[in-house]
């Protein structure tokens, strides 16, 4: 593994059903971020994780959770996916979360809620 | 509130100059990044700034004006491998990254 990785590549999933989108990163980055782009806004941050064994809220966090059990790993888990949360998810990571620090991407999951 | 603005699309030819513009307004400031992102791709870095001035790094530039709220990414010598988006976002007080829309550039032969 060389940077971030994520699965699954993409994903069609019947609405009402549970999803968990899968980050693993080998830079033993402290910090670890999920994002959703959508067509003509910017990238919005659901959740992020400062450091192993805390996570917290970003701008659009509701129907969304995550944990960081340890320092690679950071799920999204979406417990009864709505359609509206049809987007492309990226997950990134980097050294710090409480200083200016460069995030580094994975290579997204396509995510279709139908 | 806090808001990033940029163009959604521009238009430039091979081995033209191009400069993308980008404003912001943040809760507090702690530097604008420049990402570059492919169709279908993942962002990548492309630079950093937190000091007025420009960034040189080799056919691209970034510069910032602190007090007017403002940036912009200078291409120069245009490929056709710099068809893509360009993402400004500005970290605010809580180190957290404010994305605009990205600009689209299309460059033609």
């Known amino acids: 593994i060389a940077g971030i990785t994520q699965a699954p590549t993409s994903q069609i999933l019947a609405a009402g059903r549970r999803m968990t989108l899968r980050c693993t990163q080998d830079?033993?980055?402290?910090?670890m971020y999920w994002y959703r782009q959508d067509l003509g806004l910017g990238l919005r941050l659901i959740h992020y994780?400062?450091?192993?064994?805390?996570?917290g809220k970003g701008e659009v966090p509701d129907g969304y959770s995550v944990s960081r059990a340890n320092t690679d790993d950071f799920p999204l888990t979406l417990a009864s996916a709505v359609p509206s949360q049809t987007s492309v998810y990226f997950c990134?990571?980097?050294?710090?979360?409480?200083?200016?620090?460069?995030?580094?991407f994975g290579p997204g999951t396509r995510l279709t809620v139908l | 509130g806090q808001n990033i603005d940029q163009p959604t699309e521009m238009t430039a030819t091979e081995g033209a100059i191009v400069q993308i513009n980008c404003t912001y307004q943040?809760?507090?400031?702690?530097?604008l990044f420049w990402y570059q992102q492919h169709a279908g791709e993942a962002p990548t870095f492309l630079s950093y700034?937190?000091l007025d001035g420009l960034e040189e790094k080799g056919r691209f530039s970034s510069f910032l004006s602190r007090s007017k709220g403002y940036s912009y990414l200078l291409l120069k010598e245009l490929q056709m491998k710099d068809s893509a988006s360009y993402l400004c976002?500005?970290?605010?007080?809580?180190?957290?990254?404010?994305w605009g829309a990205g600009t689209k550039l299309i460059i033609k032969p």
């Open positions: 990134a990571s980097s050294d710090s979360g409480g200083r200016a620090d460069t995030q580094y």
């Open positions: 994780s400062n450091t192993a064994g805390t996570t």
């Open positions: 976002a500005a970290m605010d007080s809580n180190y957290q990254l404010i």
């Open positions: 700034n937190v």
């Open positions: 830079m033993r980055h402290n910090a």
């Open positions: 943040t809760s507090g400031f702690n530097g």
